[in-house]
Nanobody
């Protein structure tokens, strides 16, 4: 079992940067693949980025490639999402998630956080 708590969301302007953090509790954080997903109002939740348990493999949605960077610090049980060149369409509730397969996957997540809101104004 792992509990996930996101932080770092807020209201920014287009072109700004923001870093999200996800703190995980539990002894097996090192073995989990971690991902970020987002959900805009009235839309389905979508994959944003993922990182493997070792950090050696990452995966990004086409819409954020080159602008977002996912990373993790296993010593701190934390995964990050550095977002730059933000656009209004990046607005949404951002969720952190963990998969027990340890993969940088865009599906198959077992644990989810409550989310942190990111709002990008034009």
């Amino acid at each position: 079992q792992v509990q996930l708590v996101e932080s770092g969301g807020g209201l920014v302007q287009a072109g700004d940067s923001l870093r999200l953090s996800c703190a995980a509790s539990g002894r097996t954080f090192n073995g989990y693949g971690m991902g970020w997903f987002r959900q805009a109002l009235g839309k389905e939740r979508e994959f944003v980025a993922a990182i493997s348990w070792s950090g050696r493999s990452t995966n990004y949605a086409d819409s954020v490639k080159g602008r977002f960077t996912i990373s993790r610090d296993n010593a701190k049980n934390t995964v990050y999402l550095q977002m730059s060149s933000l656009k209004p369409e990046d607005t949404g509730l951002y969720y952190c998630a963990a998969n027990t397969r340890g993969l940088a996957a865009d599906w198959g997540y077992n644990y989810w956080g409550q989310g942190t809101q990111v709002t990008v104004s034009s």
